[in-house]
């Protein structure tokens, strides 16, 4: 079940669900233990945030 936890809240992460609608869906009281505890962001999500990040700075 823990596992699945994680699966969800990693993938909600990816489908830029908010992140306290995350917390809903998992029934978390807590925003902390829903970013902090269950959610992991990947290596392509990060790059493509400091990607999208870049472009708004530049004004493209």
């Known amino acids: 079940m823990h596992d699945t936890r994680h699966t969800c809240a990693t993938l909600l992460a990816a489908l830029d669900v908010h992140p306290r609608v995350a917390m809903q869906i998992l029934r978390h009281s807590q925003i902390d233990v829903t970013m ?3 959610t992991e962001v990947t290596s392509e999500a990060t790059s493509e945030a ?3 990040l870049g472009r708004t700075l530049d004004g493209s």
Request: charge should be positive; proline fraction near 0%; aromatic fraction near 16%.
């Open 36 to 38: 902090n505890v269950y």
């Open 50 to 52: 400091l990607k999208r």
